[in-house]
């Protein structure tokens, strides 16, 4: 058994991919378990260890989104075994940065942080969070971006992307290039 390393590179196409698909209203979970499906399928006919190594970037983002290995488990151990490779070894009892936090203003509050009171800003925080939630609770399918100060000579802009899909929500701080699932 051996430690297959995924390229960062290759997870980070999966997600960006993934962004584009849930503006759209796709649902992400099921992206994904398709992905992963198709790219095993294509394995089965042809024997080109490629697919599987694309499916285990997609595997990695999935996890790194937040969805239980658990609710896959069988198709994830198949994936890796194909692979020379089982979870404990392959992830080592580390899962991803993505936190759960409740859906209300005073967690979200904490996750965004200061906010800037310049004119530049894409909203007042306190419009920010009602807008979030609002976006959160009605299930308003799409993407949307939030800026602490867009003002072009400052760099001190700290840009969060709400991401909602049929299935998940989530909070993206592109800055620290963290997800957090909204619950």
């Known amino acids: 058994m051996a430690f297959i390393e995924v390229d ?5 196409a999966v997600k960006l991919a993934l962004k584009a698909a849930m503006r759209k209203g796709v ?4 992206t994904l378990i398709g992905s992963i499906d198709f790219l095993t399928e294509c394995y089965g006919w042809s024997e080109d260890e490629r697919y599987l190594l694309s499916a285990m970037a997609s595997l990695q983002a999935y996890l790194e989104l937040g969805f239980a290995y658990e609710d896959y488990r069988e198709k994830f151990d198949q994936l890796m075994g194909k692979l020379g490779t089982f ?4 992830f080592a009892g580390q899962y991803f940065p993505v936190a759960v936090i409740p859906q209300t203003k005073s967690r979200i509050k904490t996750v965004i ?3 800037s009171t310049s004119k530049y800003h894409t909203m007042p925080i306190a419009e920010v969070l009602e807008d979030i939630l609002e976006k959160v609770i009605n299930g308003e399918v799409g993407r949307y971006e939030y800026h602490s100060n867009m003002n072009t000579d400052s760099r001190k802009d700290h840009v969060f992307e709400l991401l909602i899909s049929e299935d998940a929500r989530y909070l993206h701080d592109v800055q620290k290039d963290q997800y957090y699932l909204l619950l």
């Open 87 to 90: 979870r404990e070894l392959q």
């Open 8 to 12: 960062r590179k290759d997870v980070e």
């Open 27 to 30: 649902p992400a979970r099921e």
């Open 113 to 115: 942080g200061p906010w």
